[in-house]
């Protein structure tokens, strides 16, 4: 996964066919759709926006893998977005767009206040995220440090949620 100067977010999980992910939620209008930081565990991906949103999606889900495997098809049909080697061992890429909405993870819970008078008034947001196997770690502005999971697939997104650590 790669974050590009234009806050386009691209995935690398076939040889020569890139894709980025198109989501009104990460269209960079705004500080909540705008990606500041990228990280990926082991099934999932995930996004923070300037704002302090977390997002996250699972490459590999049933979705996203119906899309991929539709769009493979397509390109192979089409001559010139084959994926083959060039003479020189090469092997061109074919850019495309997959749309697909990533899941906004909940708000932070209440946390307990930290000796930091300089941020006092300002909102605790997370400024910070790292992916681990199945789930996220989350460093906020006024340094808490947070975990979340479990982020192995989107069912078990429902019982997640963030632990102060």
């Known amino acids: 996964m790669a974050l590009d100067s234009g806050g386009h977010i691209w995935s690398f999980i076939s040889w020569?066919?890139?894709y980025r992910l198109v989501s009104p939620l990460l269209d960079c209008a705004s500080q909540d759709?705008?990606?500041a930081q990228i990280e990926c565990g082991w099934a999932f991906n995930s996004v923070l926006t300037e704002s302090g949103d977390v997002y996250v999606w699972w490459p590999f889900s049933e979705a996203v893998q119906q899309n991929f495997?539709?769009?493979n098809a397509e390109m192979d049909r089409d001559g010139d977005k084959r994926v083959h080697p060039t003479a020189d061992g090469?092997?061109?890429c074919v850019l495309w767009d997959l749309q697909h909405n990533p899941v906004r993870l909940p708000a932070?819970?209440?946390l307990p206040e930290l000796q930091n008078q300089s941020l006092e008034d300002e909102e605790t947001r997370i400024t910070k995220i790292a992916?681990?196997?199945?789930?996220?770690?989350?460093l906020t502005n006024k340094g808490h440090v947070l975990k979340?999971?479990?982020l192995s697939n989107e069912i078990s997104l429902q019982s997640g949620r963030w632990e102060y650590v």
């Open 16 to 18: 020569g066919r890139p």
């Open 33 to 35: 759709a705008t990606p």
């Open 69 to 71: 495997a539709r769009r």
């Open 90 to 92: 090469v092997i061109p």
């Open 108 to 110: 932070l819970p209440q």
């Open 131 to 138: 992916g681990m196997d199945c789930f996220l770690i989350a």
């Open 148 to 150: 979340f999971g479990d």
